[in-house]
């Protein structure tokens, strides 16, 4: 069974710097393509960040550009988030996921799921 935890969340102030972690386990971590996604109350679940098998590709949605990072040690089996000037709009449970189908940028192309971090940005 693939498993995936989160680690890393917690409350920052606005401007500050938070780094997520996933570690997966159960499988053959570098062939998935792994993605983050967040989502706050009454909101949709909202793309992030994705990174291939490899970490050659790296793709980010559009309201983070510039502002995240995202990364992956497949010696580790974890990829991590680095999210940078914090502001309160940031705010969300941020969840990993891990495609079998390479880089993917909606949330049903991913076919494993961890159980979320909160991520809370005070003003």
Known sequence: QVQL??????????GGSLRLS????GGTFSIYAMGWFRQAPGK??????????SGALR???????????????????????????LRPDDTAVYYCAASLSGLRLTAVEYDYWGQGTQVTVSS
């Open 59 to 85: 793709r980010y949605g559009d309201s983070v550009k510039g502002q995240f990072t995202i990364s992956r040690d497949n010696t580790k089996s974890t990829v991590t988030l680095q999210m940078m000037s």
């Open 22 to 25: 996933c570690v997966v386990s």
């Open 5 to 14: 935890v989160e680690s890393g969340g917690g409350l920052v102030q606005a």
């Open 44 to 53: 949709e679940r909202e793309f992030v960040a994705a990174i291939s098998g």
